[in-house]
Every structure is written in C-alpha cells, then in structure tokens.
C-alpha cells in the first residue's frame, strides 16, 4: 500500500482536508502531520472533535505567540525531515492544501526528492506584500499533483509553464464540509438582523490609516443599516485597535467560535465584511453577500459570480456607495449569488481517484 503524508498547519485547512483525511486513512496508509502553526484551542483543538476529524499522528508545535513566519517555516522545514528520517518514514507523496505557512516547507522537502500534491492550487492575487500569495506560488512549482478548484486557475498555472499533465480541476472541497451543516441551517429561517465582521489580514490591521478606514467603514455599515455590528477579536487586530487606539464606535467585539458555529453566524447574518480568503467561500453556498475590504483577491470567480464585492480602500466614498448597490441588488434578488464555481461537493472523491490511478 503506498504511503501518504498530509502536512497541515492551521484551522480553515483541516476544515476543508476533513474528507480528505477520512480518504486517505481508507486508501493508503495516511500519516497525518499537523505542523502547529495554529496551537490554540479555538483555532486547533475544538474543530477535531466538532468536525470528527482523528487525532493526527504526529504534532511539530511551530506555532508560538513569539514565532515569526520565518520562524514557523525554518523550524517546519528541519523538523519535518529530521521526522521523516528518524521515524524511517518513506512517503510515495506528501500533500498540502491551501496557502499557509506550513505549504512553504514543500521547498525542503522537493529539495529532498518527494512527491508533493498542492489542493488549491493557482490562485493568484498578484498581490506580493500577501505573505499568501508567496506561499501558494512556491508550493504550486514545487508540486507534481496541483489540484485546482476550477478551471481559471489551471490557466493561471499554464501562463506560468508548470506541465498541463501536472494540473487536474476537481473543485473545492469546503462544499462537501458545508452542505450538511447548511442542510440543517436552513430549517430555521434567516435571522439577517446583524452585520459579521472578521479582519484579521496583515495588510490591513499592521497599517494603521487602513485598520481605521475598515472601523469606520463597519460604522457606516452600522448607520446606513440600523444593524449592530459584530467584529471578531482575533488577538492580533484587537492588539493593533488598541496600539493605534482606534475608535470602534459602535462596533462590538465577539469572541472567536467554533467553525459550526461561526456557519451559524455568517448564515444568520445580513451582511458580512471580511478580509478573509475563505469568507469568499463559505457565505456563497450559505447565500450570504460579502464585503472584501482589499485591493485585490486570489478569487476573482466570487466577485463574478456575485458573492462578494471587493471594496477598495483607497476610494472609501464610490467603494461605499457601490457596495450598497451591491447589496441591495442582492437582498432584492436582481442578482443571484452562485455557488457553482465551487465544484459539486465530491472533490475529495475526485482526488483520491486521481491519486490511486497515477502513484
């Protein structure tokens, strides 16, 4: 039985490698490796019991409130090899998802002559201050399997001449995490009486004119809607809100949640604004519309399809009053959000038969 190693790092990662890892364990002998750039317990530990997700085999602890990201990715890349080595493990291919940290160790590892398989291969913001968009673009040319969530991003790896035979469209596994969550969601009827909020990115909190400019703005929100706003206290943001001593008006801080609770929010919300990669996600199948407070994405296909609408900082005032057209479009149905560029909710069946085929 060939052998699969996962390397996985941080929360919204094994979120969408849940199905994936149940895969694995039935189709090869599966060692699964988390990296512990996320080591606390609403980012870690309380998602593998809520989303039955087994125990991994191995932790590499890398994460640390003092850990820099060349901290986390020096040490990953000399644990996990000296691991490999003195656990006699031989991997016929080690696999990562998504655009972390821990994906970047696929340069010591490529270096060591391993396979490697990239899930959410070819995105691209084009964006270099993203330390993202640094991560994906080296794990994608580091990679023999880049698995691609549509069909837009082959293209991206094409015009940058990794091999077609090296690139497969499976789509994105979150729909098969989050169909059965919103199947029972939907039972209830919508709340949409409050307004979600979560920036946690470094372009945006490490900035102060553009931490301020989003505080505002969720005011604004506020104000045009009569809703309260919810803004998620990740340590980081709430550390620079108050180094800047930002004002948040009326905003509320909420604690962080679990991930089926965090579903719960973004279905029930009216309107959510986030920097987040995954926010583009996850409200589209829930039909939620998102506000993305950044000069550029890496999923351009959710701007296209309706689910979120990119608001530039730069220009807050035409940002702001195209975005309540954007909304409103929305609530009054003259737009529809879709949510089929992200597959049909079996890309993790598509991948294991993609591997069982060609390892």
Not at 86 to 109: C, H, M, T, W, Y
Not at 135 to 152: A, E, G
Request: aromatic share 10%.
């Amino acid at each position: 039985m060939k052998t699969v190693v996962s390397i996985t790092g941080i929360r919204p990662d094994f979120i969408r490698m849940k199905e994936i890892f149940n895969l694995l364990d039935k189709n090869f002998n599966h060692i699964l490796i988390h990296s512990g750039q996320h080591y606390s317990k609403m980012l870690s530990d309380i998602f593998f019991k809520e989303l039955n997700i087994r125990k991994p085999d191995y932790n590499l602890n890398i994460g640390s409130k003092k850990n820099e990201h060349f901290h986390q990715l020096g040490n990953l890349s000399i644990k996990i090899i000296e691991l490999l080595r003195k656990e006699k493990i031989k991997p016929d291919l080690i696999i990562f998802l998504g655009d972390s940290n821990s994906v970047a160790s696929s340069i010591s590892l490529k270096k060591e002559g391993y396979k490697i398989a990239h899930i959410e291969a070819g995105m691209r913001s084009y964006d270099k201050r993203m330390l993202e968009e640094i991560n994906r673009t080296v794990c994608d040319h580091c990679s023999d399997f880049n698995f691609v969530y549509h069909k837009d991003y082959k293209i991206n790896l094409l015009k940058e001449n990794i091999p077609n035979k090296n690139i497969f469209i499976v789509g994105n596994t979150i729909k098969e995490v989050v169909l059965p969550i919103k199947n029972e969601l939907v039972k209830k009827k919508k709340l949409n009486n409050f307004i979600l909020a979560d920036i946690h990115r470094p372009e945006n909190f490490k900035y102060e004119i553009r931490l301020k400019k989003i505080l505002r703005l969720l005011n604004d929100y506020k104000r045009y809607y009569d809703l309260p706003v919810y803004l998620i206290a990740f340590s980081r943001t709430v550390y620079f809100i108050d180094k800047y001593k930002c004002n948040l008006g009326e905003i509320r801080l909420s604690k962080l949640m679990s991930f089926k609770e965090y579903l719960k929010y973004q279905y029930n919300s009216f309107l959510i604004v986030s920097d987040s990669g995954t926010a583009q996600e996850e409200p589209a199948i829930l039909n939620t519309p998102v506000i993305t407070p950044r000069d550029f994405t890496e999923r351009p296909l959710s701007m296209k399809n309706n689910c979120s609408f990119l608001f530039k900082l730069d220009n807050c005032r035409e940002s702001f009053n195209n975005s309540i057209k954007y909304i409103d479009k929305v609530k009054n149905n003259k737009i529809k959000i879709n949510s089929t560029w992200l597959g049909t909710g079996e890309t993790s069946k598509k991948i294991i038969k993609i591997l069982k085929e060609r390892l």
